[in-house]
């Protein structure tokens, strides 16, 4: 059996087939899954979508595998998650046709981790991030297996949402919340230190490119992913979709934390090669600060998680019509030991590591910032800590807009690929 890190690509019109060989590639479902244990199934059902919206993960998916968890002698098989902060589990998971294709495939029980009251306190040892210890449901912590299932989309404030981020809806709102004021990408990491995913199912077939995460544009890719090594699994994910993995600054956080392997040439591809199911996707949230020449922006030091939130901030602004009159803003990301000597209500402060600046300028807190904080101070010039209920009123009124925008921009590009093709 190789050391290496395998990552089995599976590429074809039936969901079954495709499960069947990922399995097949990685050794067989037997090979992974004990007769008679208790497998926990994560897909991600964080936002209502239904099928089809690339919000969340194939339902055929999910179904698929349930049923070759069970044919390998599973005794229990459990679909759970724990929605975004603001969503309800049990109807992003009805929504999304999962619970349904679970029941059809012979689930035994789907369970909301946010509502779960039987707790578990599991230390994070030698942790990164402030999350030093989390509450787990005792089901999670006492499965014999977990399979981590994403789909893969574009994400405003990681870049993309694959296997690594996924694992993160484990956790309640309270642990949600905490992650989002410390480092997020760490914060991810020291999860998974303690929640081993036995097996990451990737959803490829219409994983979602544009603006996401809240305005998938979906693909029809056509591919099951699995592997293993979350890490691995991330690296392939990237590279059959044309993003640069060097780009992406998590990867060096999981490197660091061992979780996996972060190197394209030390893994094995098995099933279909990246050559062949390749095809870049639209994923605009690394291409460049000169996308936007109007405003002065400056990068140096900076994470991708911020990069890319600054870039969906710039759209948005634009979307909002906020673009060309808040052009004065000269917006600050990543650590620095100076910034620019001007007008205190000129200077956005983009993230907790440009604290220290925070007199000078409008700081905007989080690590990265909440999606819609970094507009918001553009535009207010003001921070805002939280996102309360007046601020949620504000959020639900700048999606018909952004919707708008969004639209417009998926008809373009659809147009200049159908001319390019
Ligand atoms: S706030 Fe700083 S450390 Fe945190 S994601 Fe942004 S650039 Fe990175």
Redesign the pocket.
Known sequence: MSKKAVVAIAKDPSVEVMVKQVFDELGGADTIIRKGSTVVLKPNAGHLGKDGTSVNTSPALVGEVIKAVKAAGARKVIVAESAAIGCDTIACLEDSGISDAARNAGVDEIRDIKSDKELIKVPIRDARSAITSVMLPRFLVEADHIINMPIFKSHASMVFTCALKNIKGVVQDKVHYDMHRT?L?MAMMDIWSVVRADLNIADLIWPAEGFGPHSPVPLDFGCVLASRDPVALDIVACHCVGLDTGKVSYFENARERGLGCADIDELEVRGKSIDEVYQKMWLPYLDGFDTWPEYEILPEN??S??QSLVAFTMEKLKALDEYEKNSDAVIV???KKEVPDIEKERLILC???LRKHRDKGVAVNG??PAEPHVAWAIIDRKDHMEIGPDLRDRMHSEEAPWNEYINALVAKKREERADGE
């Open positions: 480092n990408a900076s994470c998680s911020c990301l990543g650590a993230g907790n590591c690590c990265p």
